[in-house]
């Protein structure tokens, strides 16, 4: 194999297969299409908020986002109350689009202004928004959004659900493309891999950076909008955990932690090899406790993995000078 | 390289960051002050007790988060390790084994799981962050497996007088910390394992160079703040008797913020003890200041990280000055 990227992506495929086989073995009811659906049903929300990580992540600095579900929870119920308050539902989504994005510029502002560790930074901001989600709503949900909404995450379309088709595959590709075939696409994979030459080169890395967490932000807003479909009710707590399970995605997808290199396809096979582990484990009735455990080793074999591909890559790199 | 090199000439020369330590006992101060007014219970002794009891647990992580911060390191696995002792601890007590059997049980599951993580860290070079956050679901799929789900309670009290008693008219809580944070200043402080630590905290590839072996300074550490997890969960089980299914959940990055907030840098090389102890008790008051005036605890968070926030750009602005 040339690429060792290609070569993970292609192990990556073995492992989806692998968790594929293990559900069918385990249960029954596993190889059917309404699994599928079911299955496919969890995708959209960790899968945006992965990609959202893996953008940060790409960037370098080295650059994470804590804040992204915590985010997800505090857009949710801003869209819910701004509803609740009489707005048009398509205009109070629009805000908490914006909301989001301002909540992402807080933290490209703590990190790419004043130069605090994007760890610490949106560590802070993640308890800041989550607390405040909690605490604006005293612990309860905002319901009432109506049934029309539900359709985007609860409706099919060939047995599909609507938002993986009309949120999740378009913002794949458009990423996708973003990244392999565009001029910023490259200033990303720069920063992430020599932040220094990159800026020498004329990258304005900061700007780039902060505009990353913004979107990231944004991204968080959708997801926030597909949960408040999926529930029809904002609850204060709908992305605990998010955060931990994105970065988890991204790095098991093949992004380095510490930026530079990655692909969004590597993302996306990670959040379908994590939702069917979860399907397939929880189909057979097999405790909790084996999912998590699964998600722990399968994140630190896959930085090992990952190291041992980034060290070929490196050898590469020296033969090419 | 301009902050490595200032990073590296401070940390030596000034081990206690008088400024940072003022800072959070100002804003102690402060909240002291408006708890107090907003209500007479929180300046009574038995309060004050109170908060120092709750305290412990916390305190003691935070003193082995502080060294792990200051190596550059990061441990979010703390609750996990935490859990899992305390779920140990649990199960031989239900047994009918007794205190001095048990402690050396939850001390030696504590140091296992941290030894684990360092030797993770140290061989395999997955960054900390990712490691610990593997190992988090680990050890916490370890204690749904042991536990079941269901809470463990109505364990003996022999053990309570480590956090609830009096020794020679000293609260045990009181003397508990103390003997934690005497023992990590000395090793940090007064020891060449401790310099080794801020050394390569300050520039690893440095301290690697310099004959310092780093990856069993790093296995150490992480050992020993697993350590005074397994420690932590002792002194929970004495203070409250029981175990809950979601114990730990918050501790890691509680305890974090705590360090932070005493002044420690994240990217390694500075870092207080005192401060961080001064961090855990901001936490701790917040959380019973706010209960005790009437206001939700659901705004501990929020201040919290308001705090935190202030806090990384005071550090921000006060690097740019020095550079």
């Known amino acids: 194999m040339k690429d060792p990227l290609a070569q993970r992506m292609l192990s990556l495929v073995a492992l989806l297969v692998a968790a594929v086989v293990l559900g069918a073995v385990l249960s029954p009811h596993f190889l059917m299409p309404s699994t599928a659906a079911y299955l496919l049903q969890y995708v959209p929300v960790l899968g945006v908020l992965g990609l959202a990580?893996?953008?940060?992540?790409?960037?370098?600095?080295?650059?994470i986002d804590l804040s992204v579900g915590a985010t997800l929870s505090l857009v949710s119920l801003a869209i819910a109350g701004l509803y609740g308050l009489g707005l048009p539902l398509m205009l109070a989504c629009l805000l908490g689009l914006v909301l989001g994005g301002l909540l992402g510029a807080t933290n490209g502002i703590l990190i790419c202004v004043f130069g605090v560790p994007s760890l610490m930074a949106t560590l802070a901001t993640m308890f800041a928004y989550s607390g405040l989600a909690l605490a604006l709503t005293g612990g309860s949900p905002i319901g009432g959004i109506p049934d029309w909404f539900g359709v985007l995450a609860q409706g099919r379309f060939l047995g599909i659900p609507i938002h993986v088709w009309t949120i999740f595959v378009p913002l794949a590709i458009i990423l996708h493309i973003l990244l392999a075939r565009t001029r910023p696409g490259s200033h990303i994979?720069?920063?992430?891999?020599?932040?220094?030459?990159?800026?020498?080169?004329?990258?304005?890395?900061?700007?780039?950076?902060?505009?990353?967490?913004c979107l990231a932000g944004v991204l968080a807003g959708l997801a926030a909008i597909m949960t408040l479909s999926w529930f029809q009710a904002a609850r204060p707590d709908a992305g605990k955990g998010m955060e931990l399970l994105s970065v988890t995605v991204a790095v098991l997808g093949g992004t380095h932690i510490f930026g530079g290199s990655g692909r969004i396809l590597g993302t996306v096979l990670a959040v379908l090899i994590v939702t069917t582990l979860q399907a397939a484990l929880q189909l057979a009735n097999i405790s909790q406790a084996w999912q998590l455990a699964a998600i722990g080793i399968l994140l630190i074999g896959s930085f090992i993995a990952d190291d041992a591909v980034s060290a070929r890559l490196r050898v590469r790199r020296l033969r090419a000078v | 390289?301009?902050?490595?090199?200032?990073?590296?000439?401070?940390?030596?020369?000034?081990?206690?960051?008088?400024?940072?330590?003022?800072?959070?006992?100002?804003?102690?101060?402060?909240?002291?002050?408006?708890?107090?007014?907003?209500?007479?219970?929180?300046?009574?002794?038995?309060?004050?007790?109170?908060?120092?009891?709750?305290?412990?647990?916390?305190?003691?992580?935070?003193?082995?988060?502080?060294?792990?911060?200051?190596?550059?390191?990061?441990?979010?696995?703390?609750?996990?390790?935490?859990?899992?002792?305390?779920?140990?601890?649990?199960?031989?007590?239900?047994?009918?084994?007794?205190?001095?059997?048990?402690?050396?049980?939850?001390?030696?599951?504590?140091?296992?799981?941290?030894?684990?993580?360092g030797l993770i860290i140290a061989r395999t070079r997955v960054p900390p962050i990712v490691a610990t956050l593997g190992t988090m679901y680990i050890f916490i799929a370890v204690l749904f497996l042991v536990i079941g789900g269901v809470w463990i309670s109505g364990l003996p009290s022999t053990l309570s007088f480590l956090v609830l008693g009096n020794i020679?008219?000293?609260?045990?809580?009181?003397?508990?910390?103390?003997?934690?944070?005497?023992?990590?200043?000395?090793?940090?402080?007064?020891?060449?394992?401790?310099?080794?630590?801020?050394?390569?905290?300050?520039?690893?590839?440095?301290?690697?160079?310099?004959?310092?072996?780093?990856?069993?300074?790093?296995?150490?550490?992480?050992?020993?703040l697993g350590l005074l997890g397994g420690l932590a969960a002792i002194l929970y089980i004495a203070r409250l008797r029981n175990v809950e299914v979601n114990i730990g959940t918050n501790i890691a990055l509680e305890a974090v913020a705590a360090v932070v907030l005493g002044g420690a840098n994240i990217r390694g090389g500075v870092g207080s003890l005192i401060g961080s102890l001064l961090g855990v008790l901001f936490i701790k008051v917040t959380q019973n200041g706010l209960v005790l005036i009437g206001i939700s605890s659901l705004w501990e968070p929020v201040i919290i990280g308001g705090l935190l926030i202030t806090v990384l750009i005071m550090d921000a602005l006060e690097s740019r000055r020095s550079t």
């Open chain 1, 53 to 63: 990580q893996t953008l940060v992540m790409l960037s370098g600095g080295p650059g």
């Open chain 1, 189 to 213: 994979y720069a920063s992430g891999n020599d932040e220094r030459a990159a800026f020498l080169s004329g990258v304005q890395v900061l700007r780039l950076r902060f505009g990353l967490y």
């Open chain 2, 168 to 224: 020679l008219g000293i609260p045990a809580g009181l003397l508990m910390i103390a003997a934690a944070y005497l023992i990590c200043w000395l090793l940090l402080r007064r020891t060449p394992w401790g310099q080794h630590v801020v050394a390569i905290g300050c520039d690893e590839a440095a301290a690697r160079l310099a004959g310092i072996r780093v990856d069993r300074t790093k296995v150490q550490a992480y050992a020993l």
């Open chain 2, 1 to 117: 390289m301009a902050s490595v090199a200032t990073k590296a000439s401070r940390a030596p020369s000034r081990p206690f960051r008088v400024g940072r330590e003022m800072f959070i006992l100002a804003a102690l101060a402060v909240l002291g002050v408006v708890f107090a007014t907003y209500s007479d219970a929180f300046l009574s002794q038995r309060n004050l007790t109170t908060i120092l009891r709750n305290s412990v647990d916390l305190a003691v992580i935070c003193a082995g988060m502080t060294i792990i911060i200051i190596m550059g390191g990061i441990d979010v696995s703390v609750g996990g390790i935490v859990a899992v002792s305390a779920v140990l601890i649990g199960r031989a007590f239900q047994l009918g084994l007794p205190a001095y059997a048990v402690v050396p049980i939850g001390l030696a599951a504590g140091a296992s799981l941290g030894l684990l993580n």
